[in-house]
């Protein structure tokens, strides 16, 4: 294992690796490690706690799985355990070699390409979510549980509304470390499902996201076999699929 130092180097050794350019920072990449093909890498996205990424080939990121303390003892040194993501399929050698805790398998997507234009994204508008904040938040708690995006705190938030003015749909744009769009927090109301609700918003805010950027980012749990088949019929690219689970490194 070799430590290297930079986003430009980092990106260098990844290929210009799209999940890298939009959620590493320069500070996050001031110091990184190489084995054979794969990197490991420091993120943040909501939290101000480090966590380390493991991307490349299976040779390589097994070998930096075995360099786990040093790389801990450089981001977490007052700390037993950290987080750690690697590529799923490989998430069983992450448990022969240490004590792992329960954690999350989710997927990273990544798409350049404005989806077709369609008459129901006009029904899709902005919304002052810091107004609205708590109807937001009792739409999510009742519709999308799992949602991690709280109204209030920067994002912008568009729905698809009701006659009455309720929601039929939300979705929130954020922004990552390194200033992509992100989608998230794409919420239905479960009596409504099966009528395209979904595509349409998802399919609006990409649009918008893509004309005035260039690209969006979006996260999604892996259970969620019909947001995945959503989100490829319009055109994002699945380019990472993780498995986070906190490591313990000593018993």
Known sequence: MVSGHGLEDLLGAT???PFVRWEVTDELASTWWQ???AVAFQRTRKSVRRTV????????VTALIEHLPQIAATITPRHRAFSVSVPQHL????RERYRVLEGGDWEWFHTT???????????????DDVARADEVRTFLEVHSPTA????????????VEEPDGSFAAVAAWGTTR??????SSVAVDTRLRGRGLGRTIVGAVTRLAVAETGLCTL????????????YLSLGYDPLCAWSSRPVVLDS
């Open 148 to 159: 991690d995006t709280d109204p209030g705190h920067g994002e912008r938030w568009f729905a």
């Open 35 to 37: 084995a054979a093909g």
């Open 113 to 127: 390409t404005a989806p077709e234009e369609h008459r129901s994204h006009e029904s899709v508008r902005p919304i």
């Open 178 to 183: 390194g200033g992509a769009p992100h989608l």
């Open 15 to 17: 290929g210009g690796h």
């Open 219 to 230: 996260g999604m749990y892996s259970h969620n076999e019909a947001a995945r088949s959503l």
């Open 53 to 60: 990424n493991v991307l490349g080939d299976d040779e390589g």
């Open 91 to 94: 998430e069983p050698r992450l």
